[in-house]
């Protein structure tokens, strides 16, 4: 899972990505500082979750393994 951190107006006119984690365990430990950062420069702090499909992500490296050994590259 991928965790995309953002600072948010608190009127929600503008927002911009300031961090990407990929994993929650580091999000969540840099939240605090995140937080306290985002609030003394006048932001909020708002995330976006992407859950990736293990699925997905085992035929997307099978199909760059299979166009690697297609490729003559062995």
């Known amino acids: 899972m991928k965790v995309a951190v953002y600072f948010e107006t608190p009127n929600n006119s ?3 990505q ?6 929650e ?6 939240l ?10 006048g932001y909020i702090v708002t ?3 992407d859950f990736e499909d293990p699925k997905q992500i085992e035929i997307d490296n ?6 690697y050994f297609y ?3 062995k």
Do not use: R
């Not at 300031?18 to 994993?23: L, R, T």
């Not at 099978?62 to 166009?67: P, R, V």
């Open 32 to 41: 605090p500082a995140l937080g306290k950062f985002a609030k003394a420069n």
């Open 14 to 16: 503008y927002a911009t």
């Open 71 to 73: 490729s003559g590259k």
């Open 62 to 67: 099978l199909k760059a393994e299979l166009q």
């Open 18 to 23: 300031v961090a990407q984690f990929d994993e």
């Open 25 to 30: 365990e580091t999000y969540m430990a840099c």
């Open 47 to 49: 995330e976006s979750m």
